[in-house]
């Protein structure tokens, strides 16, 4: 099972603010269904309850809670990340989508990185992305984008793959 993590951070690692992203930003939403799309995603609660609609269509939906009574539509919920482990060892990839709790846990198992960086500093944020050692990773595909009509800042989506020791 390769384990990839599929985060939206700003120059700061900052990933959001009361429960909620910290921008819209349509071509990153455009870029996570593309690479999630038939995959299997795994989320914290807090960020499966962040959906606006719920279960994310086309996509295996795991959520990790606490809460062994849990029961949402469409969603598989487990009380461990060893039990989502366990659950996924004979799939081919599954992408840890957030929020900062789970990607704290997960990181350190994570094969390769989606990044995408906005080139902006929010002035406030409640939640982080960890820090990616530069030692521990090497990029393999960067692409930049100029700020439009539809999206307000400058960004790039970065690919990082954890470098085999
Ligand atoms: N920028 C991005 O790409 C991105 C992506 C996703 C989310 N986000 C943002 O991240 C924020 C949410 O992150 P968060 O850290 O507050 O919450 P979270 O990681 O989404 O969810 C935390 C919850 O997951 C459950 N959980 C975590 N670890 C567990 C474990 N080991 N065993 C059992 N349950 C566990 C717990 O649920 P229970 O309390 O039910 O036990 C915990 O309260 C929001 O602002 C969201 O918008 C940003």
New binding site residues.
């Given amino acids: 099972m390769k384990i990839s993590v599929?985060?939206?951070?700003d120059q700061n690692g900052?990933?959001?603010?009361?429960?909620?992203?910290?921008c819209h930003l349509p071509a990153?939403l455009k870029h996570?269904k593309e690479k999630t799309t038939g995959k299997t995603i795994i989320?914290?609660?807090?960020?499966?309850?962040?959906l606006p609609s719920g279960a994310l269509p086309n996509r295996e939906n795991i959520?990790?809670?606490?809460?062994s009574d849990?029961s949402y539509g469409n969603v598989k919920c487990?009380?461990?990340?060893e039990k989502i482990f366990e659950y996924c060892k004979d799939k081919e990839e599954v992408f840890i989508?957030?929020?900062?709790?789970?990607?704290?846990?997960t990181f350190p198992y994570a094969d390769k990185l989606y990044l995408?960086i906005i080139n902006h500093k929010f002035p406030k944020a409640?939640?982080y992305?960890p820090s990616v050692n530069p030692v521990e990773w090497i990029e393999t595909d960067r692409k930049d984008f100029n700020a439009d009509e539809r999206n307000k800042f400058d960004f790039s989506f970065v690919e990082l793959e954890r470098k085999k020791v």
């Fill in positions: 599929i985060v939206v951070v900052a990933i959001g603010l009361n429960n909620g992203l910290l990153d996570f989320m914290g609660r807090k960020t499966y309850e962040s959520v990790l809670t606490s809460n849990a487990f009380d461990s990340l989508i957030g929020g900062g709790g789970v990607y704290e846990q995408t409640d939640t992305f």
